[in-house]
T-cell receptor
Framework: GNSVTQMEGPVTLSEEAFLTINCTYTATGYPSLFWYVQYPGEGLQLLLKATKADDKGSNKGFEATYRKETTSFHLEKGSVQVSDSAVYFCALSDYGGATNKLIFGTGTLLAVQP | DGGITQSPKYLFRKEGQNVTLSCEQNLNHDAMYWYRQDPGQGLRLIYYSQIVNDFQKGDIAEGYSVSREKKESFPLTVTSAQKNPTAFYLC????????????FGPGTRLTVT
C-alpha cells in the first residue's frame, strides 16, 4: 500500500540555520504531496503542496520539490526562526473514488533555539 | 469566520463509558474526516465521509462510530469497545477531489481512566 517515510526527530537548530526534513514516499500512480505543520496543542495547517512531478510548492520561506525519480518531497528553508518550532508532517493523497484520503508520515519535531 | 470547530478541547471519561466528540464546519465542504494522533505514530484515519448520510471506515475504525446527518456536522463516538481510547482526536474537512486541501480543527484531547 501507499506509505510515507519521514526522517525522525527531533531536529534542533539555531536561529538562521538551514533546514532540511527528508520525506520519501511509496505510491502507485501519481499522488499529490503535502507538508502540514502542527504548532503545540493545535490542529494541522497546510504549509505547501505539489500536485505533479517537478512541481515546487512554497510558502513562508519553506519549499519542497516533487521528485518522482527519487520518490521524495524534502522540506527546506534557508533560515529558520524560533517561531518555526513545530511538528512537520509529510503526506500523500490516496485518491480513489472522489475521496482524498491523506496518508501521513510520523512527523518530525523541529526545535529552533535563539 | 469560516473554519472547523471541535469541542471540547479536553475531555475526561471513565473506562467503560461511551463518549461523543463534536466536529462542526462552515466551509461548505462535502468531505469530512476523523483522525487519531498518538505520540510517534503520526495521524491515522478512523472514519471519513464524502457526503451526507454516507461514511466509510478508515484504517482504525474498530471501537468507533460516526454519523453524518448534516453536511456541517460529523460527530465521533468512542465506544467502550475501543481498547486504547486515550489520544488526541482531529477532525478535518475538504472539498471532494484529488488535490483538495484538508482543513483541520484544533483537536480534542481525550483521557480515559
Amino acid at each position: 500500500g501507499n506509505s510515507v517515510t519521514q526522517m525522525e526527530g527531533p531536529v534542533t537548530l539555531s536561529e538562521e540555520a538551514f533546514l532540511t526534513i527528508n520525506c520519501t514516499y511509496t505510491a502507485t500512480g501519481y499522488p499529490s504531496l503535502f507538508w502540514y505543520v502542527q504548532y503545540p496543542g493545535e490542529g494541522l495547517q497546510l504549509l505547501l503542496k505539489a500536485t505533479k512531478a517537478d512541481d515546487k510548492g512554497s510558502n513562508k520561506g519553506f519549499e519542497a520539490t516533487y521528485r518522482k525519480e527519487t520518490t521524495s518531497f524534502h522540506l527546506e528553508k534557508g533560515s529558520v526562526q524560533v517561531s518555526d518550532s513545530a511538528v512537520y508532517f509529510c503526506a500523500l493523497s490516496d485518491y480513489g473514488g472522489a475521496t482524498n484520503k491523506l496518508i501521513f508520515g510520523t512527523g518530525t519535531l523541529l526545535a529552533v533555539q535563539p | 469566520d469560516g473554519g472547523i470547530t471541535q469541542s471540547p478541547k479536553y475531555l475526561f471519561r471513565k473506562e467503560g463509558q461511551n463518549v461523543t466528540l463534536s466536529c462542526e464546519q462552515n466551509l461548505n465542504h462535502d468531505a469530512m474526516y476523523w483522525y487519531r494522533q498518538d505520540p510517534g505514530q503520526g495521524l491515522r484515519l478512523i472514519y471519513y465521509s464524502q457526503i451526507v448520510n454516507d461514511f466509510q471506515k478508515g484504517d482504525i475504525a474498530e471501537g468507533y462510530s460516526v454519523s453524518r446527518e448534516k453536511k456541517e456536522s460529523f460527530p465521533l463516538t468512542v465506544t467502550s469497545a475501543q481498547k486504547n481510547p486515550t489520544a488526541f482526536y482531529l477532525c478535518a474537512s475538504s472539498h471532494r477531489g484529488r488535490d483538495s486541501e484538508q482543513y483541520f480543527g484544533p483537536g480534542t484531547r481525550l483521557t480515559v481512566t
